[in-house]
């Protein structure tokens, strides 16, 4: 997976070997900043806005300036992508933090924020998306802040570690008996034809996809309720996905030992496949149709 030439900082584009920090920056010793990751599907952004959106959003709650206008940001991406000559499928990666100053833990005086966004190429999980992976559970020792996207990625980075150790692909964090979301993706279970997942709360990070999964569950007249199911209601799933901009929607087959629907990918989760795939343009076209 080759990184870009070219990287964004809050000053200028800059080939990627020029953009350096110092030791004292506050993202890297205090985690003070947020983020995100859009994805790019055959060289072009997709769902840019809502990201850019979420983005402004997590910079408000820590109370930090991003140093772009959102619209100009947009046109600086856009840039990115053209400097860089993205024509497959990649990742933007994009960093706010609260600058490089000498360390405290207070907030500097000054409003300096640093900025740094790149591009990396990624092809899709074609494997995952149409197999399903495996989970393993985990205990969510999590704060309240979860709906930020923060810098702060310990217990989620030592989840997905464990995950990576037992053989799986995903973490699903739990929390007094409830499943909160993944280490890095948002989970649901589907009940008798309803796709259930854990409310927006400040338990867990709004994804991106999981609001377009909302929005495919409206137009395909499938329930979708924001209710957190339990550990015991995963051996009565009909079906399981996770979803992530990363990973798009992925069928989970087995959690623990617990085989989902006979380890198969389940007709809900195809059908809102099949639905991300189309917004997303990338559904096959049949020539002969
Ligand atoms: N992570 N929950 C957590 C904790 C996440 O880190 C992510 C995404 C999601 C899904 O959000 P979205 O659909 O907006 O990607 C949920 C990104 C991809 C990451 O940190 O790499």
């Not at 350096?20 to 995100?36: H, I, K, S």
């Not at 400097?83 to 990742?91: F, L, W």
Request: charged share 30%.
């Amino acid at each position: 997976m080759t990184l870009k030439p070219y990287v964004l900082t809050e000053k200028q584009f800059l080939p990627q070997r020029e953009a350096t920090y110092p030791m004292e920056e506050r993202g890297l010793q205090f985690g003070d900043g947020v983020y995100e990751v859009a994805r790019i599907y055959q060289g072009k952004y997709f769902l840019l806005q809502e990201h850019i959106d979420r983005l402004y959003r997590s910079a408000e709650a820590i109370r930090l300036a991003v140093p772009f206008e959102k619209e100009e940001l947009i046109d600086k991406l856009e840039q990115l992508r053209e400097m860089n000559d993205v024509k497959e499928d990649a990742i933007v990666y994009l960093q706010v933090t609260r600058g490089s100053f000498p360390r405290a833990h207070a907030f500097p005086v000054e409003n300096r924020p640093n900025l740094y966004a790149y591009i990396r190429e990624m092809p899709r999980k074609l494997r995952e998306i149409e197999n399903g992976v495996r989970a393993i559970l985990t205990r969510d020792v999590r704060w309240e802040y979860c709906y930020i996207k923060s810098l702060n990625l310990l217990p989620n980075v030592l989840a997905k570690q464990e995950a990576t150790e037992r053989g799986a692909f995903e973490a699903i964090f739990h929390r007094d008996g409830k499943i909160t979301e993944g280490s890095s993706s948002n989970i649901f279970l589907v009940k008798g034809g309803k796709v259930y997942t854990h409310p927006a709360t400040e338990r867990i990070l709004n994804g991106i996809t999981r609001t377009k999964v909302k929005q495919f569950c409206d137009s395909l007249h499938i329930p979708f309720i924001e209710e957190a199911f339990s550990i015991e209601d995963i051996a009565r799933a009909d079906e399981m996905f996770l979803t992530s901009t990363t990973s798009s929607i992925i069928p989970i087959i087995q959690v623990e030992e617990q085989l989902i629907a006979g380890g198969k990918p389940g007709e809900v989760t195809r059908k809102l496949q099949a639905a991300y795939e189309e917004a997303a343009g990338l559904a096959v076209k049949n020539e002969n149709a």
